[in-house]
């Protein structure tokens, strides 16, 4: 099965920059060109990055990236990654309103 991602965001840093993030787990960064070093809080592990290469978030919590030179890097979003209980509430809205809807457009056509 191919995996689908989603692009969040693309960013061009010049060295030396300091990027604080939040970390969600399954979510990605990948290095497009340059180098980085990424930290993740409650994670022991940093890394070091160089172009074309991409690393899995594992943490949650506040996670750094510092350009080492000039480097763009993306963040990366599995499509079939679970939905955050906003995502899921707000689709649970959307049924519930076509729902009413369609009740409501049952009930006028009985009406006439």
Not at 4 to 13: E, F, I, R, S, V
Not at 15 to 43: K, M
Request: glycine content about 8%.
């Amino acid at each position: 099965m191919k995996n689908h991602a989603t692009t969040l965001k693309t960013l061009d840093l010049p060295g030396g920059t300091l990027v604080p993030f939040p970390s969600v787990p399954g979510e990605a960064v990948r290095i497009l060109y340059g180098r980085v070093w990424l930290t993740e809080e409650g994670n022991a592990r940093d890394s070091f990055l160089a172009s074309g290469e991409e690393v899995a978030l594992h943490s949650r919590g506040l996670a750094v990236i510092e350009a080492l030179g000039p480097a763009r890097i993306q963040w990366i979003k599995p499509v079939h990654e679970r939905m955050t209980l906003t995502e899921l509430a707000g689709r649970a809205i959307a049924r519930a309103r076509l729902w009413l809807r369609r009740r409501q457009r049952s009930a006028e056509c009985r009406v006439s």
